[in-house]
């Protein structure tokens, strides 16, 4: 049997998990004035090829774009679309060409984003993305990490700490380069061929090798941070006392890794605590010269992601999720033929007053229709019959203190109204 592909279908029994999560990170963005942007799921292929390898060699380029999910074009005037794999190159392409680069931008979005996963299969994972452009103050970079700290609270990740490392500048990034590859070649029979060959062309490559006698991880090899200039050390080490005085538990991870090459200096992740395991639920840094690869402009810029997949599996997990109190509703049913008119007017009614209905689409007697009724959560029940509208007025059932009667037709909201009030 061919395997399913690993997208999304959130059902309504799960969807109100996701806007309670997505309204609590909302909540947190506003207070900070991050601005929300709608980024479109198809991006041009050039572009992302031109942002993501920017920083990669030919070998390193093809691996990485490896991962895009393509879709094919009609003829040869149509540029090559992919799926969003993420958010950062396509706010630097479209987003600074309509805001300018004369101020700070601080902006969001939030929606599924496309890759290839190990098996190269396609595969949808929803994402939160941050982005502040037009800072490189030590102070930007803290805002977006203090940031996403606070939404991983809100979100009841109280434990979420940070591994932070600095990846450098353009002065100091390749003298460690440099000591990586000597090590490497000191090494290479402790290596694949294919992980030496990896981490030759970048010592931050991610190697995954299943080969037991690789020293694939590299703990005891050379560390950027002994190779930093003075700038980046003193900015990397401003970064860690702030941090820590805004109380934000920190871990300075010497290898950490991220999937795109354009980050420089102040790298991050957002990690909890799963299951005995550490699980980055998300991550970002720094990204100063990336915009110049898109846009031809120089822009300093800070960001993160936070993977609400994870989170969302985590919070579940723990339990997390609290179920908001039921919405008052009332059920309208008909036992008479041509009381449409009728049925949808008193919906209108209610729903000009705020109240919440389910209408039924079929004569049913009252057992079936209140069966129904407390089957889709409604607390009140309004009966229509011909003989009874005749004489103005309607069957309404309180279905929490199991009790009926015919009201008037004038009386029916302040009724509703009553119960509302007395079950809320």
């Not at 963005?29 to 030919?58: F, H, P, W």
């Not at 290839?116 to 970079?141: C, R, T, W």
Request: aromatic share 8%.
């Amino acid at each position: 049997m061919k395997k399913a592909l690993s997208f999304h279908e959130i059902m309504p029994n799960d969807v109100w998990k996701w806007k309670s999560m997505e309204c609590q990170l909302e909540q947190v963005l506003e207070l900070y004035n991050y601005e929300e942007i709608r980024l479109s799921v198809l991006q041009d292929y050039n572009i992302l090829y031109k942002g993501i390898t920017a920083l990669l060699d030919r070998e390193e380029a093809r691996e990485i774009t490896g991962q895009l999910i393509n879709l094919s074009h009609p003829d040869e005037d149509v540029s090559l679309l992919s799926l969003r794999p993420e958010g950062t190159i396509n706010v630097l392409n479209h987003v600074v060409a309509r805001l300018g680069t004369d101020k700070i931008h601080r902006i969001f979005y939030h929606g599924p984003m496309f890759r290839k996963d190990a098996n190269h299969k396609p595969v949808e994972f929803y994402q939160l993305g941050v982005e502040l452009l037009g800072s490189d103050s030590i102070l930007s970079e803290n805002e977006v990490i203090g940031l996403g700290m606070q939404i991983c609270h809100q979100l009841g990740l109280k434990d979420a700490w940070l591994d932070i490392n600095s990846f450098g500048c353009n002065t100091c990034r390749p003298v460690f380069f440099e000591a990586m590859r000597k090590f490497l070649d000191e090494h290479k029979k402790q290596f694949c061929t294919e992980c030496y060959e990896a981490l030759y062309r970048n010592p931050f490559h991610n190697a995954e090798c299943l080969e037991e006698s690789c020293l694939h991880s590299i703990q005891q090899g050379p560390r950027i941070q002994d190779h930093l200039c003075p700038k980046c050390k003193d900015n990397f080490n401003r970064v860690k006392k702030i941090q820590a005085n805004l109380a934000n538990n920190y871990k300075v991870n010497h290898h950490i890794i991220k999937n795109f090459s354009y980050y420089n200096e102040t790298v991050f992740d957002f990690v909890v605590q799963t299951n005995g395991h550490a699980t980055v639920v998300g991550g970002g840094g720094r990204y100063d010269f990336l915009s110049n690869q898109i846009t031809g402009k120089q822009i300093p810029a800070v960001g993160f992601y936070l993977n609400l997949d994870v989170i969302y599996s985590i919070l579940t997990a723990r339990g997390l999720f609290h179920e908001p109190s039921p919405t008052f509703r009332v059920y309208i049913c008909s036992q008479s033929e041509e009381l449409e008119i009728m049925q949808l007017q008193t919906v209108q009614e209610l729903h000009d007053s705020n109240i919440s209905t389910i209408i039924s689409s079929d004569l049913k007697d009252t057992d079936a229709e209140t069966k129904l009724a407390r089957q889709n959560g409604c607390q009140a029940m309004v009966i229509l019959r011909s003989e009874n509208i005749r004489e103005g007025k309607v069957l309404l059932k309180n279905l929490v203190k199991e009790k009926q009667s015919y009201i008037a037709l004038s009386e029916l909201l302040p009724e509703i109204e009553l119960i509302r009030k007395a079950v809320q």
